[in-house]
């Protein structure tokens, strides 16, 4: 387990010659152990100590990465079992199963919507990373071709899987290249996968029918020389599953147990055949520690909801999400579209730019970076956004300059919230080239606003 602040205090200079820009070896060794700075800024840590804190240093559960370059996907790493303690580090992957037996079709209607489902939602690509290519056929030769296939087809990572070393064998040969998870060692064929997974360098999977084998499958691919592993504890119902993702997540960060500190895969499709019910299981594997999350197949209606439930367990508790500060599209603008002024907190966001595209007005949104949750406020939660001296004209004058909407509209037109109307002369001084309009107090008006608005 990490150390403490205190522990990593007891090993710093205790000088506080506030070089590293604390004042105290006390607050830096306290930034130090949440993670939110290196050990490296403080240049007089003795070469013992920095040993001693980078060894303690390694994440009780393993980061291992699937892929190769920017759409790698990374798993584990994990510190804490509860994201309140710091946070979750690395978010689940979702993957999209695929087996040698379907039908062509069927395929490559996967590999689309693989390759479809796509959304922004406040500056963030959420998208699923995987797709799960299952040789049922125990033909090397037709799983090659898919695997193949997968690879032209999706920028997917990818996981292989089958119970024939042959098989498998050419899958890992055609896709070698981009680092696939091969699935997986059993107790009956450790030492062939052992030489695969070092020879092709890729991560591979310890499947075994009950923890005590799982681990003592795991400390024989160790000492076989494979590190990257990722663990199958062979459930196959929700209540044991998720029993045995606490169980191994507990044991590697409280209790240490190395064999078991990897992240895990767990299979939601071969736990029932109702969508909808795999959709819940998927949601609480990715709740409770679940490092891949294999699905039969992906809709929008239940997949979306899981990207979106996956950013927010995954972002960091410390720090509230904001949407990046910028212009953001609402349907298809052009240059006569309305443009709408709000701030970056997330309820904010997410109200006005619902509303905004359940309004069917396209329209742009300049979203500007606010520490200040109450101003440019356009939800009914809150009800101080009116407070005189929060709302600074300069700064925001500063950024609609920055920003660069006036290439994007033709008009100057800009509409800030109703509780904001106080503001709007002097909003209007520090941009004289724009009209003010107020828009109403609440996004769930705006429906009725922009279509006359855009109309003019
Ligand atoms: S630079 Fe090192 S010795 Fe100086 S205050 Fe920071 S932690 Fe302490």
Not at 43 to 62: G, L, M, N, W
Not at 212 to 222: D, F, H, R
Not at 260 to 267: D, E, H, K, T
Request: net charge negative; aromatic share 8%; charged share 25%.
């Amino acid at each position: 387990m990490a150390l403490t602040g205190l522990e990593i205090f007891k090993l710093l200079p205790k000088t506080n010659c506030h070089e590293c820009g604390f004042t105290t070896c006390l607050a830096f060794a306290m930034n130090l152990s949440a993670g939110k700075i290196e050990l490296s800024a403080c240049p007089y840590v003795s070469e013992e100590a920095t040993a001693k804190i980078a060894a303690v240093d390694e994440p009780p559960i393993r980061r291992i990465t699937i892929g190769t370059g920017d759409k790698a996907l990374n798993v584990g790493g994990e510190t804490v079992m509860f994201r309140h303690e710091n946070r979750f580090e690395n978010p689940p992957g979702f993957a999209i199963l695929i087996v040698d037996t379907m039908a062509s079709a069927e395929v490559d209607a996967r590999l689309k919507r693989f390759q479809a489902f796509r959304y922004e939602r406040m500056g963030f690509l959420l998208r699923p990373e995987l797709v799960a290519i299952r040789g049922d056929s125990k033909d090397a030769q037709k799983y090659a071709d898919l695997v193949v296939k997968v690879k032209r087809n999706s920028d997917a990572n990818m996981i292989l899987m089958s119970d024939d070393i042959d098989v498998l064998s050419a899958g890992v040969e055609a896709c070698a290249d981009r680092k696939p998870l091969i699935y997986a060692a059993t107790p009956d064929n450790v030492e062939q996968m052992v030489g695969l997974s070092i020879r092709y360098s890729c991560p591979v999977t310890a499947k075994a029918s009950s923890l005590e084998k799982l681990v003592a499958l795991t400390t024989l691919l160790i000492e076989g020389g494979v590190n990257d592993i990722v663990l199958d504890s062979g459930s196959r119902t929700l209540r044991r599953a998720i029993e045995d993702q606490v169980f191994i997540r507990r044991a590697a960060i409280y209790q240490n147990i190395k064999p078991l500190g990897f992240p895990s895969i767990v299979f939601p499709c071969e736990m029932t055949d109702d969508s909808m019910m795999e959709t819940l299981m998927a949601a609480a594997f990715v709740a409770k520690y679940g490092g891949i999350v294999v699905i039969s197949d992906f809709q929008g209606e239940t997949l979306f909801p899981l990207l979106l439930q996956r950013m927010e367990i995954y972002s960091d508790p410390q720090e509230p999400l904001m949407a990046p500060e910028g212009i953001y599209e609402i349907g298809e603008p052009n240059q006569n579209a309305p443009v709408l002024l709000t701030s970056s907190w997330p309820l904010t966001y997410y109200n006005l730019s619902l509303a905004v595209e359940a309004a069917h007005i396209p329209a742009f949104l300049c979203v500007q970076h606010l520490e200040d949750p109450d101003v440019m406020c356009w939800c009914h939660h809150c009800m101080r956004s009116t407070q005189r001296g929060k709302f600074n004209a300069e700064n925001t004058g500063r950024f609609i300059e920055k920003v660069g909407i006036k290439d994007r509209v033709k008009h100057r037109k800009l509409v800030i919230s109703g509780r904001n109307a106080q503001f709007s002369d002097e909003l209007e001084q520090v941009l004289p080239e724009w009209e003010i309009l107020v828009g109403p107090a609440e996004a769930s008006q705006i429906a009725g606003f922009l279509p006359g608005l855009a109309e003019k």
